[in-house]
């Protein structure tokens, strides 16, 4: 089975400063998805970014990036400039690849705070 | 507006009530899911609908019973839950792998307080 690790509960940055929040996970397969989604305190999830494991290249969103280190199982978000709405609940999330095994898989959460 | 819309978004009940969540997608979906969110835990997947059929039931209690009437379409039931149960029930959906789109996409969830 599939695990996903966040290892920050919580998170600050200052507005328009850079942060980065980490993710790891654990699989066997070769082939699977990776995300990021964000819930703020309306509590909907919504999609930050995702990564297709057999892309070298990290995807990016705007102020939004991934580091993916598929050997090390690492999918980090980096936040640039960041903006008073980024205050939010992040998810990391792990999809298998496999038919019939479309379950995302989440990690605990990092709360980040933005500092005026 | 989001293309997976949950009804009702706060819900009080009693553990003798009897009560359903509804969850309806305008995105074109052909896999629903309900998820449950308790405080200080990871999402938790519940069940999982492809084309109306229940592919997963990740062993939820029997007072949890599922109802996907067709792709755009999904309700929770609830009966003689207890105050355990009280957690934020989110919708979700999506393409089936395969399929070019398959990312999820949620609802805004139902506030469930069972007293």
């Known amino acids: 089975a599939q695990t996903v690790t966040q290892s920050q509960p919580e998170m600050s940055v200052q507005e328009a400063e850079t942060v980065t929040l980490s993710c790891t996970y654990d699989t066997s397969e070769s082939d699977y998805y990776l995300f990021w989604y964000k819930q703020p305190p309306s509590r909907q999830m919504i999609l930050v970014i995702r990564?297709?494991?057999?892309?070298?290249q990290n995807a990016t969103e705007n102020r939004f990036s991934v580091n993916f280190q598929k050997a090390a199982k690492s999918f980090s978000l980096k936040i640039s400039d960041s903006q008073l709405g980024d205050a939010a609940m992040y998810f990391c999330?792990?999809?298998?690849?496999?038919?019939?095994?479309?379950?995302?898989?989440f990690g605990t959460g990092t709360r980040l705070t933005i500092i005026p | 507006e989001t293309g997976v819309t949950q009804t009702p978004r706060h819900l009080v009940m009693g553990m003798t009530n009897k009560k359903s969540l509804k969850c309806e997608q305008h995105l074109g979906h052909n896999a629903m899911y309900w998820y449950k969110q308790s405080a200080k835990k990871p999402l938790e997947l519940m069940f999982v609908?492809?084309?109306?059929?229940?592919?997963e039931n990740n062993s939820v209690p029997s007072r949890f019973s599922p109802e996907c009437p067709n792709s755009s379409h999904l309700f929770l039931h609830l009966h003689t839950l207890q105050p355990e149960d009280s957690a934020l029930y989110l919708c979700?959906?999506?393409?089936?792998?395969?399929?070019?789109?398959?990312?999820?996409?949620f609802g805004e969830g139902s506030w469930l307080t069972v007293v």
């Open positions: 990564q297709e494991a057999y892309k070298q």
């Open positions: 979700a959906s999506s393409q089936l792998i395969g399929v070019t789109g398959n990312t999820i996409y």
């Open positions: 999330a792990y999809r298998s690849e496999d038919f019939g095994n479309e379950k995302l898989t």
């Open positions: 609908y492809n084309f109306k059929e229940q592919t």
